[in-house]
């Protein structure tokens, strides 16, 4: 696999002290890109700069619907600078996690209008699931539907991990929105009743998903950014380091 096809979501590394160090690490340890989240853009100078330093790019980021909502021309601009060309919104807000059919339309269409704001700015707008829109909503429906049927224009990064925790089979998803799907984050589930301390998620090929099937799909699907991620590892050199030797050897 080539480099330009591999990043990583910086929020695995979060808890490590500063941005510069969390760099510092994807560098030494071969990454090329990474994939930025919200809370790193308080200071886009510092986020430029810092990238520049350790020889990495952004091709993607994550950055919360209320930042379009309060100042979406001005967050266009700071991905502009920082040559961040695909945005993605990672989750609903808190407090909109558990709605009803109605809610997920409404939100929805909210943003499939911002979609066509960003894409007037010059830059692509998706969607990054967890399991919340795969549940079955009061008229029967789900949220994943929903969302890409209000925004027909919205991509989407699968997170393969969370389809499989919202009870849904990936690779029957990934083939249902193959038109839709342009990134994925790539993790891998722990044994059952193994690595409490980190959420159950485990890094990847040392987890129980079956990515020999899962390869095919994905690349059936027309990925061509694979994001590797861990929501809560406890050793995030253990974790990037034996996740990017993993997705190397594919």
Known sequence: MDASEIS???????NMEGL????????????????????????PGLMKAALARHGLKAPSAHVGIEMLR???????????????GFLIVPAPPQGQRDMNAAGWTAFARELGELGAQVRGE???????NHHWEYATLDNGARGIDILFHEAPEMEWEADVAWIVRGGAEPVAE???????VAAAHIKDIAPAGTHADEDGWADLGHGTLDWARLKPALRDA?????????????????????????????
């Open 70 to 84: 309060d100042d979406l021309k001005g967050t266009a601009k700071i991905f502009r600078e920082l040559g961040i």
């Open 222 to 250: 027309g990925v061509k950014l694979y994001v590797l991620e861990h929501d809560k590892p406890n050793d995030p050199r253990r974790f990037a380091t034996r996740s990017l030797a993993a997705l190397k050897a594919w």
């Open 20 to 43: 510069e160090n969390q760099l510092a690490l994807m560098a030494s340890l071969g990454f090329t890109q990474v994939e930025p989240f919200g809370g790193q853009f308080k200071d």
């Open 8 to 14: 990583i979501q910086l929020y695995s590394v979060r």
């Open 122 to 128: 010059g830059l692509r707008f998706g969607w990054h």
């Open 174 to 180: 990934l083939a249902k929105y193959r038109d839709r």
